[in-house]
């Protein structure tokens, strides 16, 4: 018989099995603690300016008592938040959850019709987009529930006259405001002096109540809402906190903010734990102009920063990005797609601090495993399962596995949604009636109690019965200095059923598809080569930077 929790072992000694996830009733209890405490220090910054925790506490009170007070919402409605990392946002967040309504974190690059399914299926009865975005709701708008839009520029929060600059700009010089028009339409600020004129009443949030609607699997086929209560959100910052609290100065640290505040992981591992830490979030609105990401790097002494692997691997590649000085740097956290070694190994070489991975999914808040700050190195581990979290491998009739077997991870724990917005089915196919959450990640536990992700269920590829997994062949052309970036899906085989495939962006011009096949021969077993390799220009990603191997895999299988 296996030992329960045998990871327990492998902990730093700084952290506790279990965490006291009772200790706050909700996600707001946690921000007044913080907004008492660090008051006068500053809570976010973007595009040079600052706000401090008091006056996030004032403006987010301020929207909260106008969605109460004007628009007249009630407990448990959705108000959907549409736009880039921008010092609205964290406002419009904490202004939600305050009135006792729930967030529907919306992609901003969402088209018409993800938009339109959002908005149904959440009922949301508002929206704050930003004018970039505008145009987007403009054409869904009467189709869906939404009573009140409120807009926004991007300098609005800006000092004057930065603001009226940085707006105009944007819409008239670089083109990037489509004209539109929603009628009753009102401003952020003028919703934010309207929240004056009313007084927030006290509102009891529930530990059980839904903080966020968050949207997931539209890679997957269609967009579902993780319920993601208080309780949940509350659990997932205690554990992040008990694991990286110890290496953690309260009220000091400084966390780039770079992935979008509408992703999981953002929300959670920078905005709502570093709150909790009384820490600084510097948002950056467009990580993507990575000369610009660099160059607002340099200016600022960051103590962490979290991002997905193709975000550092990016950075790596920026000219400038080795000058920065990265003497106060002591956490880098990388996760929501597999962390590859070149990219970790080269990360600690100029950077200094090594590559921390981290494990989790939208439907657990997201973290769910992460690896200790300790580490020497990357070691390819997702890590151990966070304190109050249990794991384990599952074959597909639900049996638990054993040490070094794959089978799909399993994670049970406070941490796990409520369960899909409005419907049970999909909910059941994933949570069963154990309470286990069915990652679809196929993975193995070694001796130690560390998890090893092989790849996604879906993802795998069956080379004449052969399972290959992509995470494998990926890493290893990832290892040519000639690579940029690498995609490994499968395709049709006459032969063997399925091939391997590799879709690279190249780092070396010069770089040919024989010099990949010859890395790949001397590197990984016959089955396992790619049989067919193309070039890119970029490869298709989802707005946080995820490889969409779906996309390659369907283009590859049209083409055949």
Known sequence: MMQERPWIASYPASVPQEVDVDEYRSIVSVLQTSLEKYRDRTAFSNMGKSLSYDEVDRYSKQFAAYLLGELKLKKGDRVAIMMPNCLQYPIAIFGVLRAGLTVVNTNPM???RELKHQLVDSGASAILVMDNFGKTVQEVIADTPVKQVITTGLGDMLSFPKSMIVNFVLKHVKKMVPDYDIPNAIRFRDALTLGQM???PEIDIAPEDIAFLQYTGGTTGVSKGAMLTHRNLVANMQQASMWIGRNAR???EIIITALPL???FALTANSLVFMKFGGHNYLITNP????GFVKELSKVPFTAITGVNTLFNGLLNTPGFDK???SHLHLTLGGGMAVQRAVAERWKQVTGCTLVEAYGLTETSPAACMNPLDLPEYNGSIGLPIPSTDACVMDDNYNKLGVDEIGELCIRGPQVMKGYWQRPDETAKIIDEEGWLHT??????????FFYIVDRKKDMILVSGFNVYPNEVEDVIALMPGVLEVAAVGVPDDKS????KVVIVKKDPNLTAEQVRAHARENLTGYKQPKFVEFRTELPKTNVGKILRRELRDQAAATQ
């Open 440 to 449: 679809g990640d196929m993975a193995r536990m070694d001796g130690n109690g």
């Open 250 to 252: 309260m009220g000091e």
């Open 288 to 291: 993507r102009d990575m000369a």
């Open 497 to 500: 059923g399925e091939a391997v």
């Open 324 to 326: 920065i000085d990265f």
């Open 110 to 112: 969402y088209t018409p």
């Open 262 to 264: 509408y992703h999981i």
């Open 198 to 200: 009313h007084t927030l």
